[in-house]
């Protein structure tokens, strides 16, 4: 809606950015009560704004063509009744995130590169409001050899010296399994998941569950090479 004055560098937008997410989050979750209320079906297209001062407002969007600001999603309040009441709102939600995002960029398009990157850094480091919303908790990438991180289960040594860890962050905090779910258990093809002990075969680079190999975390702090039945078997043919 309305910009008393445009944010320029990159803290201006980020602060405006904060500030419409706070928002929104609050509109989802604390004034959620009101907020569903407000979204009448029986009303015409709404949309859902956060603004620069941390308040919210339900409302028509913007008249002028074309508007001063990327506009929400259209219409969240057509959707209300003909869904789950928990899903509506994180259908809202990601709807948001992108129009936050938006709006940043926008604001941000005559940054530099190195602006923008820094910008979406800032950004990157909260929660989406679909986040927040959902209770669910971010998913940090996966450690490598040379950042140092180490997982809670097994840590190995390769034969060139590099620390191997297996694929699972609950000492981090993280939860959530999406950037992992490609990985699958090279016994029995399981999926990842965060809540069950991994480890890895130095040889073949597969990724076993513990149990499946019969391997407990801590018979695995005392295993220098981890070798896979396969490839012990293999190893052990003349």
């Known amino acids: ?64 063509v074309p508007p001063e600001l990327p506009e929400p999603a259209l219409g969240i309040n057509f959707a209300r009744d003909g869904m789950n009441r928990r899903d509506w709102l994180s259908l809202v939600a990601v709807h948001s995130d992108s129009w936050l995002l938006s709006v940043a960029f926008y604001l941000g398009a005559r940054l530099n590169r190195n602006e923008r990157k820094r910008l979406f850094s800032l950004i990157n480091d909260l929660p989406t409001v679909f986040e927040v919303v959902t209770e669910r908790k971010p998913v940090k990438d996966k450690p490598t050899a040379d950042s140092g991180s180490k997982s809670r289960g097994s840590t190995k040594r390769s034969s060139d ?36 002990f991994w480890i890895g075969c130095d040889i073949c680079e597969r990724w076993f569950h513990g149990k499946c190999v019969k391997i407990t975390p801590a018979k695995a702090e005392s295993i220098k090479q981890y070798k896979c039945p396969s490839c012990s078997l293999r190893r052990g043919r003349p």
């Open 1 to 64: 809606m309305e910009m008393t004055s445009t944010p320029r560098t990159v803290e201006e937008i980020f602060k405006d950015y904060t500030a419409r997410r706070t928002a929104i989050v609050r509109a989802l979750s604390q004034d959620v009560d009101e907020f569903y209320g407000l979204c009448d079906p029986d009303k015409e297209n709404l949309c859902l704004y956060g603004h620069p001062n941390e308040t919210w407002e339900v409302t028509l969007p913007a008249e002028e």
């Open 161 to 196: 010296g590099q620390v191997k860890s297996n694929p699972k962050f609950a000492d981090e905090g993280y939860e959530e399994e999406d950037e992992h779910s490609e990985t699958l258990c090279g016994s029995c093809g399981g999926n990842y998941n965060a809540d069950e």
